[in-house]
């Protein structure tokens, strides 16, 4: 974000002189606010609130009206609470052609949908540092599934979808020389390109594979929104960038007056690629999945993908010229209006889709770029947003024809209609809002009600923590003609695009334990008979069960230092929110955390003898404190026999 | 019995734990404390009991010979959910062990128990004092409610039934 500030600086003095204008915050909120935010203890939310985790590389969850934080997903971090990443079986999740990558930047989040309206089946998320996009599952709220992509970099415009889940689109932000060609980097314009990936999802499975990626030239795709109704079959990218710009971008990428909205024809892409007028490129990628059954993932490498050259694949993709550095690319409710939020624009231009098609068929085009033909300007043009504010950035829709677009310099968001593009009502964020939501703002069908603004700046806002301070979300109530902040509430990491659904969607679906009798887990202990420990080489495998409240075995001996120990604990519990937790003194891995008919896996290469205490980290029960045991560790090439076991008290006590 | 040791201790810490107000389950157990009636239930938790307890079982028709088709579904299911915890003896581990069961309790009760868990462990005074005995709540494991019936049956094999 701080990339934009420095690329907004040059208006950031006009912004200075707009901000006397802004209300101070005790006069923004009114009487009746708390009592539409309050949710009493043991009732829900009405709406499941899906945050993207910017920096923090996972995605959080919140209830809406009352701003609460019900989880957080790891997706493309490592998590500590609850050892993904750090256990054997979600280790492969992380992986990419490069190895593990512990951490990533998380950006956009998109629901499912199904003709065009939510179905809460999944939510997509990107990676923006590494490309990837992953699928977590709405049953579980767990990460099913993370796609690599090749021939990308700051995978930005992603993981926006089409209206029946067809695909997710993943767009370079930064563009590079495909495959890994060694060149320099003043060779930008001859060797560098932009690529739009196209995922198709599996519709049953949610199985991820890229069925194509279309090949542009070197700029900037920033955002973007697939096309819905009357423009289903098409998908709109922003770009800025089209000076090529390779060296101090906020200057020399922000010479020309527009840039482009770039509109792709996917069902004319799709029967291109089906009629060969693609080329197999080789590509390395990971494709890493959890599968359910036997609650590991695994982790392969793809070899190659199929790539659409727009010079050979005609009425493919055209351009339409929009002022200036466009962020947002945002598609009105019907499919009709395609909003281009110019970040450096004083206005916000809106195309009609009927315009565009029929500039298409009259070829109304003031030239090409690269080939690509550019639709002329007025001939796509619905009409201008004229003097929003200063630094539109994105823009959601409600279910009453109005469009609300977040204005990054002024700090506030701005009412408009699409109907004659008139500011109706506007109101003050605290501070330099970036991302909006209204709930299924993005769908066929909005739900209205509410809009959440999400802030890079807080400043005063909360209790000072120091120099690092949270980020921040304010709920305003749209229902009426004025909006009106009603909450603010701190989110984790960096919040970009968000998600919201009803509560009903998703919550009586929830998957409470799994059912122990479909564990196919490779080192499931199905039931506390089946509890072992064997040696094969320097590998020792402990089969361990978890129930209130013991551990079985909790006593092992026979382990030397220098082995590699893998504990497999198996929580036979069958009951909702009855977890066990794993941890064993001095490994420098990781704990557990087990749900209720799930086997986990953690790895322990003990570096010194002595007696090793493990014990549930997860307050279970009463005798929680009780669930521990000892692991004996005695030097390397020692002659103690393998034996365990719990509850074996020993006739005599041993000395030594 | 090295578990009756640690039960002073488990005492001490659910006391701490109602104090705090800390409770992991708590509607459940808060319940519990409120329900609790007046006099020594112990001894209700050994004696015969009459009572059915509370859920959908009321009229249990028990067959003769036992049925070992019954018995040996039950046996796989006690494996993975049961023996963790109930031994076949007298002796009991986390909770009691589960000879002479079927001469304790209504097969109804038995049969509520088992798919029923949390109702009866809030609101069955005989459950209750097996609660205050073992201090670990019987963990709901999920049965069928065939399931439930045919572990029945193997408890009236482990007694010695026919």
Redesign the interface.
């Known amino acids: 974000m701080k990339k934009i500030i420095l690329a907004l600086s040059s208006v950031a003095v006009i912004a200075s002189m707009q901000s006397c204008k802004m209300k101070s915050a005790e006069s923004a909120v009114q009487g009746d606010a708390a009592s539409k935010v309050y949710v009493a203890p043991g009732k829900y939310d009405e709406f499941y609130n899906f945050v993207s985790g910017g920096f923090s590389g996972q995605v959080t969850v919140y209830g809406l009206p009352s701003g609460r934080l019900l989880k957080v997903i790891p997706v493309f971090s490592l998590f500590p609470e609850n050892g993904y990443g750090f256990n054997e079986e979600t280790k492969p999740m992380l992986n990419t052609s490069n190895g593990a990558v512990p951490w990533d930047d998380q950006h956009h989040l998109m629901l499912s949908q199904t003709n065009g309206e939510q179905d809460g089946r999944w939510i997509f998320a990107n990676a923006n540092n590494t490309p990837r996009v992953a699928r977590i599952d709405l049953t579980t709220f767990k990460t099913m599934e993370i796609l690599q992509l090749p021939n990308s970099a700051g995978n930005h415009s992603s993981p926006f979808l089409t209206e029946n889940t067809e695909y997710v689109v993943a767009g370079t932000r930064f563009s590079v020389p495909l495959g890994e060609e060694d060149v320099p980097i003043s060779s930008f314009k001859q060797n560098f390109r932009s690529t739009a990936s196209f995922i198709s999802v599996d519709k049953t499975t949610g199985h991820m594979s890229i069925a194509f990626q279309i090949m542009l030239p070197g700029m900037n795709l920033d955002l973007s929104r697939a096309g819905k109704g009357a423009s289903h079959g098409w998908f709109f990218f922003s770009c800025y960038n089209t000076e090529q710009a390779y060296t101090l971008l906020e200057v020399n990428a922000s010479q020309k007056d527009k840039d482009f909205i770039v509109a792709v024809n996917w069902k004319k892409a799709e029967e291109y690629a089906k009629a060969g007028k693609g080329r197999k490129v080789a590509a390395e990628y990971a494709h890493n999945v959890y599968d359910e059954d036997k609650q590991t993932a695994t982790s392969t490498m793809e070899k190659e993908v199929l790539v659409l050259d727009p010079k050979d694949c005609p009425d493919m993709v055209y351009m339409i010229p929009c002022p200036k550095s466009p962020h947002g690319c945002d598609v009105s409710p019907t499919g009709e209006y395609i909003v281009g939020s110019g970040k450096l624009a004083a206005l916000i231009p809106v195309f009609s889709f009927a315009k565009i098609t029929k500039a298409i068929a009259d070829k109304q085009f003031e030239g090409d770029f690269y080939g690509i033909p550019v639709i002329k300007y007025e001939a796509a043009l619905h009409g201008e947003v004229k003097k929003p504010g200063l630094g539109p950035l994105h823009t959601e829709f409600d279910d009453h024809g109005n469009a609300y677009t977040s204005m990054f310099l002024s700090s506030e968001v701005v009412k408009w209609r699409l109907s004659d593009l008139q500011v109706v009502d506007r109101v003050p964020t605290y501070y330099s809002v970036g991302h909006l939501m209204v709930p299924g703002g993005d769908t066929k069908k909005p739900w209205g009600k509410y809009l959440v603004a999400y802030d890079k700046i807080t400043k005063d806002r909360y209790l000072p923590t120091g120099p690092e301070l949270c980020q921040s979300a304010q709920l305003y109530d749209i229902s009426g003609d004025k909006m009106q902040l009603i909450l603010d509430f701190p989110t984790i990491g960096e919040p970009h695009y968000a998600q919201a659904c009803p509560a009903s969607l998703i919550k009586d679906k929830q998957v409470k334990f799994f059912d122990i009798n479909k564990n196919h887990h490779q080192f499931v202990a199905m039931g506390e008979k089946k509890t072992n420990v064997v040696r094969t080489g320097n590998r020792v495998d402990v089969w361990m069960t978890a129930i209130r409240s013991h551990l079985t075995p909790d006593n092992i001996e026979g382990v030397y230092v220098g082995d590699e120990v893998y504990f497999h604990v198996t929580n036979l519990e069958q009951d909702w929110d009855i977890p066990h937790g794993f941890a064993i003194k001095n490994n420098p891995g990781a704990e557990l955390l087990i749900m209720p008919g799930e086997t986990v896996t953690l790895k322990y290469v003990p570096t010194h003898p002595g007696i090793y205490p493990f014990y549930c980290t997860d307050f279970c029960s009463a005798l929680h404190q009780e669930m521990s045991g000892y692991l004996r560790v005695s030097p390397k090439g020692s002659n103690v026999p393998i034996k365990f076991g719990t509850g074996v008290v020993a006739d005599t006590t041993a000395k030594k | 019995m ?1 578990l009756k040791h ?1 039960l002073p ?2 005492i001490i ?2 006391v701490f ?1 109602y104090s705090c107000g800390s409770n ?1 389950q708590p509607p459940a157990e808060n319940q519990n404390s409120t329900l609790k009636e007046p006099g020594d239930k112990s001894g209700a938790a050994v004696a015969t009991d009459d009572s059915k307890g509370k859920g959908k079982f009321t009229d249990v028709t028990l067959t003769h010979p036992l049925d070992q088709k019954m018995v040996t579904s039950a046996k796989a299911i006690y ?3 049961c ?3 109930h031994k076949l003896t007298d002796e009991k ?2 909770g009691p062990g589960w000879k002479g069961v079927t001469d304790r309790r209504k097969p109804e009760w038995i049969m509520n128990f088992v798919v029923n868990t949390d109702e009866m462990i809030d609101k069955d005074p005989a459950a209750q004092a097996l609660l205050e005995k073992c ?3 019987m ?4 049965l069928s409610d065939e399931d439930a019936r045919n572990m029945l049956e193997f408890m009236r094999n482990n007694d010695g039934k026919n």
Request: hydrophobic share 50%.
């Open positions: 090295t640690l201790a488990a810490a659910c734990f992991p494996d993975v959910k023996g963790a915890c581990l986390v201090m670990v709540r963990p709901n494991q999920h």
